[in-house]
């Protein structure tokens, strides 16, 4: 009787062991403060996944570049170090030229037009090709429309612009932009801006307001200029291998949830903006509404000129015609 209850107590405990190792935990990393939406969306995608699949997933957030900037949580997301990353997709452009085309200046005229695009073939064309790189994408979360901050003036027009140290992100097409309007373009990490507004080694940088508002630029910026020159799409990604090695079952629940969320987190993103451009002026931010935004149109004509000689217009023919 004593054998038959140790043997009872050893089996007990193998079920109990292959219960726990059956769970797989998996890491995702963001760059933004915990007070933005990207973090707001990680939750949820967090919270449905792990309910969705019982358990059997469990997710670790962890927020604002703790694991890395954009460039070291790709090459973790990569290499598997990291299961998930959501950067923007201007960060991949030097790996898949044609989803550079997302960054162009005035490349999406509004939202429903972006969705359309990241959403239908041209965005499914860049999150398929992100397979050779050893990443499955599951969608574009969205930042917003990129809106210039600085110190100096308003920016009403693209002279305004002439002379600005301007901290830049890694999209060609917007340094090309910044080049050709005459401000001074440096490429410096979002976790290094706020001390480098601060210190003067620039005076001017191009976010989103829910960025601008996350990281409080507002303590060191004083004028906001709603420019809306450039839509700035993330993308959410994830291990291969690792999305590879779950269950079909799993597999479908990361990829219905990330749809979830990314359209929960879109929503957001539109529904707050008015309140976040108005507690961006609580904190004295002067927001400047009158922007010729035809002129800037104009003036950024050899941006595009220079992508299609470079990558050809084959994406952006692409672009178009998802957008109508």
Request: net charge neutral; proline share 4%.
């Amino acid at each position: 009787m004593k054998n038959f209850f140790k043997m009872v107590g050893i089996a007990s405990t193998i079920a109990f062991c292959s219960s726990v190792s059956a769970q797989t935990t998996l890491k995702l990393a963001h760059a933004a403060p915990e007070s933005d939406l990207q973090q707001t969306m990680s939750l949820f995608f967090k919270k449905e996944v792990e309910a969705r699949t019982n358990g059997d997933i469990k997710i670790n957030i962890f927020p604002q570049g703790q694991l890395g900037n954009d460039k070291q949580m790709i090459d973790g997301t990569r290499s598997g170090i990291l299961d998930f990353s959501m950067v923007g997709v201007n960060n991949y452009s030097g790996f898949l030229p044609e989803s550079a085309a997302f960054t162009l200046p005035f490349i999406f005229p509004n939202r429903e037009t972006a969705y359309k695009v990241l959403d239908g073939a041209p965005g499914k064309e860049v999150l398929t090709s992100m397979e050779k790189l050893g990443v499955k994408g599951l969608g574009y979360p969205e930042s917003g429309y990129r809106n210039v901050t600085n110190n100096r003036q308003p920016i009403r027009k693209p002279e305004d612009l002439v002379g600005l140290q301007m901290r830049v992100n890694s999209s060609k097409a917007l340094n090309d932009m910044f080049n050709e309007l005459k401000a001074n373009p440096q490429q410096i990490p979002v976790a290094e801006l706020y001390s480098a507004l601060e210190t003067g080694v620039v005076d001017a940088q191009d976010h989103p307001i829910g960025v601008t508002l996350s990281f409080k630029f507002y303590e060191v910026q004083k004028y906001l200029s709603l420019t809306q020159h450039a839509y700035s799409p993330l993308v959410l990604t994830m291990n291969l291998k690792k999305f590879n090695k779950l269950s079909a079952e799993n597999q479908k629940i990361i990829l219905d949830v990330s749809k979830e969320a990314v359209d929960m987190q879109r929503k957001l993103s539109i529904a707050k903006e008015d309140e976040m451009i108005a507690e961006l002026e609580s904190h004295g931010m002067k927001v400047n509404r009158d922007v010729d935004s035809d002129a800037f149109l104009e003036a950024i004509k050899p941006v595009w000129a220079s992508f299609i000689e470079e990558n050809g217009d084959s994406m952006i023919k692409k672009i178009e015609a998802a957008a109508k």
